[in-house]
């Protein structure tokens, strides 16, 4: 099945040499383009994307409310946005995930690093480097007092699922938990989607949040 990507920069070039990379994928498909965030969302509804790859500064509304306007969207709630910028500060990589993107990425990425990251998070899984995930659970200094967490929810977790979410929190992939735990990848992805499921999370990236925010992950656990 062909992933289908929508490229939103308000730069020609750049789009046309995202374009270039997307498209050499067999398994990948440029569908659409904007230049800008506030024709994106409709662009992404018309062309049914599956993935975004979504610039962080444009005129007008920018990506990080982009981002927002697309996970809030019911009717987008398949969509994953990987969040793309030359500006590898903390302060982007929050706001991104805390708007709901999958991912973020420099646009000095190497292309096979471009394309393997629209698959895993086609995929329902986050891109998070360990610099990402740093700066994301650093931003939430209170775990003491979660915000926006269920506790009837996490009480509601089985220990394994507890065990699983707690390491997904310290940025372990599937395959990484499977062989920590002597499990089989496809078990733990299981388990990762009932926790989520029962967490409300929409992708891995808010299950991480998640599982700081419940005490499962401290960062002390990322050292």
Do not use: W
């Amino acid at each position: 099945m062909t992933i289908r990507v929508v490229l939103v920069d308000d730069q020609a070039l750049i789009r046309a040499g995202f374009r270039a990379i997307v498209d050499s994928a067999p398994d990948l498909e440029v569908v659409g383009e904007s230049n800008d965030g506030a024709t994106a969302v409709e662009v992404i509804r018309d062309r049914r994307a599956d993935v975004v790859l979504m610039d962080v500064r444009m005129p007008g509304r920018d990506g990080i409310a982009t981002t927002r306007a697309i996970t809030a969207d019911e009717d987008l709630a398949g969509v994953r946005v990987i969040v793309l910028t030359t500006f590898e500060l903390d302060e982007y990589v929050v706001a991104a995930m805390r708007a709901g993107a999958s991912g973020f990425l420099d646009k000095g990425v190497d292309p096979d690093t471009l394309l393997d990251a629209i698959r895993v998070v086609a995929g329902g899984d986050a891109l998070l480097t360990p610099k990402a995930t740093r700066a994301l659970l650093s931003s939430m200094t209170d775990a003491a007092t979660p915000d926006g967490v269920d506790k009837d929810a996490v009480n509601g977790l089985t220990s394994r699922e507890c065990e699983i979410v707690a390491m997904v929190g310290r940025g372990l992939s599937n395959d990484e938990i499977a062989a920590s735990l002597y499990l089989s990848p496809l078990t733990v992805k299981t388990h990762v989607s009932r926790a989520m499921t029962k967490l409300h999370a929409r992708d891995r990236a808010q299950l991480v949040v998640l599982a700081f925010r419940s005490g499962l992950t401290r960062l002390d656990d990322l050292t």
